[in-house]
């Protein structure tokens, strides 16, 4: 496959997802806890991540400066950004 329709694909994807989840989000929050709306985008996120490196079929290199680059995004992306919205929720129903 193309490598240029693969990423057009997968930006297209991305940004629909990021859509969906705020939507789905929107909705989980009103019936689950903080912790079990970022465990599901966790378990989104894996399958996304999993899918995506399947598809380029290349390995993931990870040395000590890639670790913390994708742990730094993972704790903002996973639980920064949904506390802010988790703190925020109640406010917007008023």
Partial sequence: MNQKILGIFFGISAGAIWAL???IGKILFSSLTFIQVTASEILFATIIICSYTFVKRERVKLDRENILYLLIIGVVGTVI??????????KLLQ
Avoid: R
């Avoid at 950004?81 to 109640?90: C, E, G, K, Q, T």
């Fill in 21 to 23: 989840e705020t939507i």
């Fill in 81 to 90: 950004a949904p506390l802010s919205f988790f703190l925020v929720y109640p």
